[in-house]
């Protein structure tokens, strides 16, 4: 019998809409082509997965808890203090330890509208309020975040580039986001897709951490490094950051197979070289296609284009999905995002690349 009082989640959890992630299949079909999750069509470096298969020798033990080696293989390579880095659980963890860390009931966090939803989900999660300011012309627009912070603001999140309209905020502009921010708001630069952008005024904040105490920077093993299975992305922090966070993650919050992976695929420098060569080749060719075929395509930075169908006419975008999804090509429709007219497409395969455009080709060619 249901109980006249059960136990009440604390507030604001109802309030959050269950994170919808990219569909891997299609019924009926047992060939499909997932292009809906910015995943590398590459997968990963062979070292990573011999080294989990390695990790599989020792899985009675618990991992070593603080990411040591791998924490430290991050500051070589980047130049970084190593007890300045965090490692989590994916990104993900880590941008929900921040917020749980620094929102209290009644703040305020700021992101973007259409951007990646986890900002607003672990902000609920904290009985916070999430503000999402509107994008201009697909970009971060920096003034209408400075706008819109309020005397209960503690965290600004900055997506760049960005989920999932692909496009950057640069590096003169965080630094101007920065000036504009009391010292006592934390602003999360999340650089989940940072190893793809190449314009020359991208910067994924390192800089700004290095010189602030309210900076921190978000990475992951998840994109160009092809580990989205393990789970596994570090931050780049302020010492007092770090500790703070330190306190409330989980003790062994990443898996051992994971930490030996994640190492692994660092010090792949040739099959990382292919993954953003592969990108840099097919980005602007899927680029120059679908613009030819009449669908606006929002100029990207990440391994993903944005298609905005709106000027073909209400529904064209489900329907381009659907016709898509027929032949087994899984792109991610963003009704989700708050973008029902336009899916989001992720750079794969040479030949899943030229299928999407002969299939949106021959879609768009018969609703004439
Ligand atoms: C912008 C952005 N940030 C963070 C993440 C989370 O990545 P992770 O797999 O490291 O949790 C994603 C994944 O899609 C993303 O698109």
Known sequence: MASSNPPRPRAGILEIEPYVAGQSSVPGRNRVVKLSS?????????????????????????????????????????????????????????LAVHTQAYLSPGDDSIATEHSFPIYEIATLAANARAILVPNRNNCTDIDAMIAALTPRTRIVFVCSPDNPNGTYVPKSELER????????????????????????????????????????MTRTFSKIYGLAALRIGWAYAPVAVADVVNRIRLPFNTNRPAQMAALAALGDEAHFKAASDHNAKWLPWLE???????????????????????????????????????????????????????????????????????????????RK
Do not use: M, W
């Not at 390579?77 to 990104?91: V, W």
């Not at 920065?178 to 005024?201: F, K, M, Q, T």
């Not at 613009?291 to 000027?311: E, I, M, Y």
């Open 38 to 94: 910015n995943e590398t069509p590459l997968g990963p470096s062979i070292r990573a997965i011999e080294a989990f298969r390695a990790a599989a020798e020792d899985l009675y033990s618990y991992p070593e808890g603080s990411g040591r080696d791998l924490r430290s293989a991050l500051a070589r390579k980047y130049g970084l203090e190593a007890e300045r880095i965090l490692h989590g659980n994916g990104s993900d963890e880590i």
């Open 177 to 216: 986001l920065h000036a504009a921010l009391p010292s006592d708001v934390l602003l999360v630069i999340d650089g989940a897709y940072a190893e793809y952008a190449r314009a020359a005024d991208y910067s994924a904040g390192d800089f700004l951490v290095r010189r602030a105490d309210n900076v921190v």
């Open 288 to 366: 120059r296609e679908i613009t030819a075929l009449g669908v606006r395509v929002v100029p990207s930075q990440g391994n993903f284009l944005l298609l905005d169908f709106a000027a073909l006419g209400k529904g064209t975008a489900l329907a381009a999905d659907a016709a898509l999804k027929n032949e087994g090509l899984i792109l991610r429709a963003l009704v989700n995002y708050g973008l029902p007219e336009c899916l989001r497409l992720t750079v794969g395969l040479e030949e899943a690349n030229r299928a999407v455009v002969g299939v949106l080709g021959k879609f768009l060619a018969g």
